[in-house]
């Protein structure tokens, strides 16, 4: 290609020529684009993003012979990345509009920033952003270019600062480019095509070509900067709220259902009937649990999509296997965050060895005539009240962390009242324990609770605690109900697998804190089965911005202090 072109009396196809065509890169560029039609959706997105804003930064920055090999090498990769087995099904799954201008962008940013980079340490590139680059200050150039660098994460996050921070450098750059290139020799009449070789003829209109190099991309920047901007969550009005629970009775039967109903909360609502509560921390959308729907497979990919527009990376948080598997041959990474314990209440039953510690909570309760009271926060009595408002405010004192909420309730949740209390009070009135019960319904009609809150008096009767949940799987099997769980175990394993390290990491930090190890075990007792929660996201290299959105998400008045102190337990 390049020898047609010096034939044909191309300057820049002369120039590139004298260059060596082939570089270790080249390779490089072929293999990665070929690898990349094997990875997962998101994640080939990504790879081929890298390798082509670095083949088209060389390309229009050096433009030397192995800059033209190694575009057409990554051209070629591509191809044969499309042939073959392995590569994972996509059916139906593309990113949106605002998330390919995103890339565009950035993308836009970071060739200009190469380019005013490169000129100052490649004095050999002859590319086409070579010229309006010169252009600019030698001083200024490298912070025009640490910038735009800046600018392109920032868009690349959907933020309003990187959009005009990356607007006001290429603006600067286009109006030095053409003012230098253009304006000035015009003016001072340098700039004509009388008494010019061929050659310099040419070279004259590609440097006048390569000066609206960088108005172009301002225009194209001006173009896409509304669409890369990140959204804010939607707050829910109250028809929003009403339009939940009318979901939530056809098919809220989900472990964390009731839970979309929580202060905090955006919703989001399919066509065809189906709801996802979700939180945005961080540019980062977390589901509260599995969407309420019928369909989840559906469910997911349009709530997928929603985010995607949105500016926001989407993370289904704590969803069953459903929604997992149907995310998984999408191609999304997913990692175990716990597991739900839920107990068939007809198969339940004291009887047997593994249940002794249950059979004595329940016959010392007899014994010291503590009794179970099935109520709502509304219709308690003042005075017990006030002990369950003074339970739940003292659970938290002399903790190193404060109070998780997203899928942890507290007190604000226990009001709710469709939520019911199952209450451990003994013959003087004096409350042991409270635990809270959400609701979960199927086509209209209630089939089980789902446990949240557990607060113990520190001098209760020990057993208490078993004894109160005894006491509502009881009262579930005398209603009828098939279903009662003890709700998710954050960090636990699932059957059959161990801890990954960044969970046994996780448990470390956190056990002293919340104790989910022996919540794990406490659970154990009452012969729950197991159902895995996963945490599905577009891509593995997300997690390192997840995990931080998430641990805000849970603790948004979390202190760096009392990180420290959180992190020192390790030792």
């Known amino acids: 290609l390049l020898s047609a072109g010096a034939a044909l009396g191309e300057p820049m196809s002369e120039e590139a020529l004298t260059y060596q065509p082939w570089t270790p890169s080249v390779t490089s560029a072929a293999l990665l684009m070929a690898v990349s039609g094997h990875l997962r959706p998101a994640s080939r997105r990504t790879l081929r993003w890298i390798v082509v804003t670095a083949v088209a930064a060389l390309l229009l920055t050096t433009g030397h012979a192995s ?9 070629l990769g591509f191809l044969a990345g499309t042939v073959g087995h392995g590569t994972v099904p996509v059916a139906g799954w593309r990113p949106s509009a605002q998330a390919r201008w995103r890339s ?13 980079a490169l000129v100052a340490v490649a004095p050999n590139a002859t590319g086409p952003l070579v010229w309006p680059c010169i252009a600019v200050d030698p001083v200024v150039a490298p912070v025009a270019a640490v910038l735009l660098l800046v600018s392109a994460v920032l868009v690349w996050r959907g ?16 109006v030095v ?126 709530f997928a999509a929603f985010c995607n527009s949105g500016g926001w990376t989407p993370a289904f948080y704590s969803v069953h296997d459903d929604a997992a598997a149907a995310l998984q041959t999408a191609g999304w990474a997913r990692m175990p965050v716990g597991t739900d314990s839920v107990i068939d209440v007809p198969d339940f039953t004291l009887s047997g060895r593994s249940r002794q510690d249950l059979r004595t909570a329940v016959n010392r309760a007899g014994r010291e005539g503590l009794s179970a009271s099935w109520t709502s926060y509304a219709d308690v009595a003042p005075h017990l009240r006030a002990q369950i408002e003074t339970l739940c405010a003292g659970w938290v004192d002399g903790r190193q962390l404060p109070e998780m909420g997203f899928t942890l309730g507290g007190l604000n949740e226990l009001i709710d ?155």
């Open 67 to 75: 800059d033209v090999s190694r575009a057409i090498a990554a051209g």
């Open 104 to 116: 565009t962008l950035s993308s836009v940013l970071l060739v200009v920033a190469s380019a005013l």
């Open 159 to 174: 933020r309003a600062l990187g959009v005009i921070l990356g607007a006001s450098v290429l603006a600067a750059v286009a």
């Open 177 to 302: 480019a053409l003012t230098e290139l253009v304006v000035l020799p015009a003016l001072d009449g340098t700039l004509g095509w009388s008494d010019l070789s061929t050659e310099e003829a040419d070279w004259q209109f590609i440097i006048l070509l390569s000066a609206a190099v960088p108005a172009v991309a301002t225009l194209v920047f001006a173009l896409g900067a509304q669409a890369v901007l990140r959204r804010r969550a939607p707050l829910p009005t109250e028809a929003d709220r009403e339009r939940l629970r009318s979901v939530l009775r056809s098919a809220g039967d989900g472990t964390f259902a009731h839970m979309a109903t929580w202060r905090g909360n955006s919703y989001w609502f399919g066509e065809d009937g189906s709801a996802v509560a979700y939180r945005v921390r961080d540019g980062v959308a977390f589901t509260v649990g599995d969407p309420i729907t019928k369909n989840p497979a559906a469910a997911v990919r349009a």
């Open 417 to 571: 009242p469709e939520v019911r209390l199952m209450l451990a009070v003994d013959a003087e009135d004096r409350v042991h324990v409270v635990t809270s019960w959400l609701p979960r319904y199927r086509d209209g009609v209630l089939v089980g609770w789902t446990l949240d809150v557990m607060r113990r008096d520190p001098k209760a009767m020990p057993g208490a605690m078993e004894f109160t949940i005894v006491s509502t799987i009881q009262h579930a099997a005398a209603d009828g109900l098939p279903i009662v769980s003890l709700s998710g175990t954050p960090l636990a394993a699932h059957d059959g697998d161990t801890c990954g390290a960044f969970t046994l990491r996780m448990k470390k930090v956190f056990e002293p804190a919340y104790g989910f190890a022996s919540l794990e075990r406490f659970k154990a007792k009452f012969g729950a089965r197991h159902e895995s929660l996963w945490m599905c996201y577009p891509q593995p290299m997300q997690l390192s911005v997840i995990a931080p959105a998430l641990l805000r998400t849970y603790m948004p008045s979390l202190r760096l202090t009392s990180a420290i102190r959180a992190v020192r337990t390790l030792a």
